[in-house]
């Protein structure tokens, strides 16, 4: 499986920014594709993950309300819309499968080459 992110780039605060992922090879069996993301400096934080099986989502509580996971079927392509961002999102997004619930976030099997996010004040 591969995969890769893109849509990041710089962007004021309050403004909004929509992360795609495509992903490329068999996705059968794995329980979710997720987005994490590394802050400069600090941790890998799980952002958001959508169930290849049921659509059920999750969202960390820093995002809740703010960002939007979605599927496109039809393309094999999920996204992350990303509205009133702030400058604590400023980090490397990336997406990745998992192939149980239990593996969110930390323990993943593929991911792809990330994409900057940059909000400014």
């Known amino acids: 499986v591969q995969l890769q992110a893109s849509g990041g780039g710089l962007v004021q605060s309050g403004g909004s920014l929509r992360l795609s992922c495509d992903v490329i090879?068999?996705?059968?069996?794995?329980?979710?594709i997720g987005w994490f993301r590394r802050p400069p400096g600090k941790e890998r934080e799980g952002i958001s993950y959508i169930s290849l099986r049921d659509g059920d989502t999750y969202y960390r509580d820093s995002v809740k309300g703010r960002f939007t996971i979605s599927r496109d079927n039809s393309e094999n392509t999920f996204y992350l819309q990303m509205n009133d961002l702030k400058p604590e999102d400023t980090a490397d997004y990336y997406c990745a499968t998992y192939w149980a619930k239990t593996r969110w976030p930390d323990d993943y099997d593929y991911w792809g080459q990330g994409t900057l996010v940059t909000v400014s004040s």
């Open positions: 090879g068999r996705t059968e069996g794995y329980y979710a």
